[in-house]
């Protein structure tokens, strides 16, 4: 079954073939009756209107056409063509904007989900920890140029940094360092520290860390008094 475009591409096709035979038709009537009254090509020029409209003089041509024998052109199908073939292209405007409006729907309805799952299923920060790490590497340089390096995993989910070796995992000989400073632990993944009422505290960035642990993403400078340890996925 032939769709509306179809419909109204043939529309136009035939009211444009109708304009153009009603334009011959209107040539060869009128040149055989000029011919036949003894008029020339000039004449052509008073028969002009009769292609559009039936004036006096259209009328009067058409009766001699009876004694000629044509049958006398009739500006009335001239304008049916005409009506069919913008009826059509009327037809193919309406499916036209259709198509555009169908689009911009499909663009706005894309552009909606690309915003719904935007605020539903937001990515991560490329600073978020995977859920997935399974270890995480604590390093820093310290001031005699010793490098300290430590990791915190699920085998060994926590560790505390401090001075006195009996209270502490990691120790770090700095008079500036608690006894027990800094308590870094792995949960699901993550990685958390959480300050022991250390004498300089524990800063992340220039955030201070207090008790409440506080969450660590790859690359944070985490500090402990006067060390700066950097944080990353082992």
């Given at each position: 079954m032939?769709?509306?475009?179809d419909w109204a591409q043939k529309l136009m096709l035939g009211g444009l073939a109708g304009v153009v035979l009603c334009?011959?038709?209107?040539a060869m009537f009128y040149?055989?009756?000029?011919?036949?009254?003894?008029?020339?090509a000039r004449d052509f020029s008073q028969v002009a209107g009769c292609l559009i409209y039936s004036s006096a003089p259209c009328v009067i041509i058409k009766g001699i056409s009876s004694l000629v024998g044509y049958w006398p052109y009739e500006p009335f199908f001239l304008w049916l063509s005409g009506g069919v073939f913008a009826v059509g292209a009327i037809l193919r405007s309406g499916q036209a904007q259709d198509k555009v409006r169908s689009a911009d729907g499909a663009m706005g309805l894309n552009r909606m989900s690309s915003m719904g799952q935007s605020a539903t299923t937001k990515p991560s920060s490329p600073l978020a920890?995977?859920?997935?790490?399974?270890s995480w590497l604590v390093s820093a340089i310290l001031s005699d140029g010793q490098i300290l390096k430590f990791d915190i995993n699920r085998d060994a989910p926590?560790?505390?940094?401090?001075?006195d070796p009996n209270q502490a995992d990691v120790v770090i000989a700095d008079d500036a360092i608690s006894r027990a400073h800094a308590r870094i632990e792995w949960r699901d993944g993550d990685l958390w520290v959480a300050d022991l009422k250390s004498t300089n505290g524990t800063k992340v960035g220039n955030r201070a860390v207090g008790a409440e642990p506080q969450r660590l993403?790859?690359?944070?400078?985490?500090?402990?008094?006067?060390?700066?340890?950097?944080?990353?996925?082992?």
């Open positions: 032939a769709s509306k475009d334009v011959l038709w209107w040149s055989r009756v000029i011919a036949f009254t003894g008029g020339g920890p995977d859920p997935a790490v399974a926590y560790k505390i940094v401090g001075r993403y790859p690359s944070d400078k985490l500090q402990l008094g006067p060390v700066v340890f950097t944080i990353s996925t082992a």
